[in-house]
C-alpha cells in the first residue's frame, strides 16, 4: 500500500505534463498551418495582380 501511495502523486504528475505536451503540439500545428496559409494568400495575391496587369490594356 505505500509504495502505491508513493506512486500516484507521479501519475498525476504525468498525466499532467501530458497535457502539456498535447497543448504544446496544437499550438505548433497552429502555427505551422498559419504560415502555410499566409504562403498561400500570398501566392493567391501574387497570381491575382498579375493576372489583373496583363488584362489592362495601354
Known amino acids: 500500500m ?3 501511495a508513493l506512486l500516484l ?3 498525476a504528475d504525468a ?3 501530458g497535457k502539456k505536451v ?3 503540439m496544437l499550438i505548433v ?3 505551422f498551418i498559419g504560415v ?3 504562403g498561400e ?3 493567391w495575391l501574387r ?3 498579375k493576372a489583373r496587369r496583363r488584362a489592362t490594356p495601354y
Request: charged residues 10%; without cysteine.
Open 15 to 17: 498525466a499532467t505534463e
Open 22 to 24: 498535447i497543448t504544446a
Open 41 to 43: 494568400m500570398t501566392h
Open 2 to 4: 505505500s509504495a502505491l
Open 36 to 38: 502555410i496559409a499566409v
Open 29 to 31: 500545428g497552429l502555427i
Open 9 to 11: 502523486p507521479l501519475v
Open 47 to 49: 497570381a491575382r495582380r
